[in-house]
């Protein structure tokens, strides 16, 4: 004789799959800490750059107010409420935080392999005659007399381990040319956008 109460007792098959379909507690803690993480990256971050970063206001108030706070036990609270407010961030919140901060590091890195280069030309400047007249060949308009007295002025800077105040006015000068000649690349590349925008019409 067939069990009435077969079928009745148990699972069906599509609770378990709501089962299996929810992140597991471990994965769950996972996400949390990976929030929290991104969270700490933002509070560390300049105060500037959080401003421009798209999220939703209420994040970015809990960010900012972390920064402000000094004292180690309420910076800590403030910590655990911005990890409460990073949590509340869809997916889509997240990967464009996630893709602004990456931008950073890419811009960042950008910047200290220009640096190290103006280091190196600076050095050779010092060390090599020639530097400074390839320098002049590029830059016509800098002031020969200043910069020759700069390089001499350095090098017995380094040879009597005096304060490098030649050497370090030496790398302004050259950080000045190189911006100066980025905004030149940029305003090319501008006028070229305008002229193939033109040019498409």
Request: with cysteine; aromatic share 4%.
């Given at each position: 004789?067939?069990?009435?109460?077969r079928?009745?007792?148990?699972?069906?098959?599509?609770?378990?799959?709501?089962?299996?379909?929810?992140?597991?507690?471990?994965?769950?803690?996972?996400?949390?800490?990976?929030?929290?993480?991104?969270?700490?990256?933002?509070?560390?971050?300049?105060?500037?750059?959080?401003?421009?970063?798209?999220?939703?206001?209420?994040?970015?108030?809990?960010?900012?107010?972390?920064q402000?706070?000094?004292?180690?036990?309420?910076?800590?609270?403030?910590?655990?409420f911005?990890?409460?407010?990073m949590?509340?961030?869809d997916?889509?919140?997240?990967?464009?935080?996630?893709?602004?901060?990456?931008?950073?590091?890419?811009?960042?890195?950008?910047?200290?392999?220009?640096?190290?280069?103006?280091?190196?030309?600076?050095?050779?400047?010092?060390?090599?005659d020639n530097?400074?007249?390839?320098?002049?060949?590029?830059?016509p308009?800098?002031?020969?007399?200043?910069?020759?007295?700069?390089?001499?002025?350095?090098?017995?800077?380094?040879?009597?381990?005096?304060?490098?105040?030649?050497?370090?006015?030496?790398?302004?000068?050259?950080?000045?040319?190189?911006?100066?000649?980025?905004?030149?690349?940029?305003?090319?590349?501008?006028?070229?956008?305008?002229?193939?925008?033109?040019?498409?019409e």
């Amino acid at each position: 004789m067939p069990n009435a109460n077969r079928g009745a007792v148990g699972f069906k098959s599509s609770e378990f799959e709501q089962e299996y379909e929810r992140p597991s507690k471990t994965e769950m803690k996972r996400q949390s800490d990976a929030l929290q993480a991104l969270g700490a990256e933002l509070v560390d971050a300049p105060r500037d750059r959080v401003k421009r970063v798209p999220m939703p206001e209420d994040v970015k108030e809990a960010i900012l107010t972390c920064q402000s706070i000094t004292n180690h036990e309420g910076r800590r609270r403030a910590m655990q409420f911005v990890g409460k407010k990073m949590r509340t961030l869809d997916e889509e919140e997240v990967a464009i935080i996630q893709r602004t901060i990456e931008g950073w590091k890419g811009a960042s890195k950008a910047d200290t392999a220009a640096m190290h280069a103006l280091e190196r030309r600076r050095d050779k400047l010092l060390a090599d005659d020639n530097a400074l007249t390839t320098l002049l060949s590029e830059n016509p308009e800098l002031d020969v007399q200043h910069l020759r007295t700069l390089i001499r002025n350095a090098r017995k800077e380094q040879a009597e381990n005096k304060p490098p105040k030649a050497y370090r006015e030496i790398f302004q000068i050259l950080k000045q040319i190189d911006a100066k000649n980025r905004k030149a690349k940029a305003d090319d590349a501008e006028a070229e956008d305008e002229d193939s925008e033109e040019d498409d019409e």
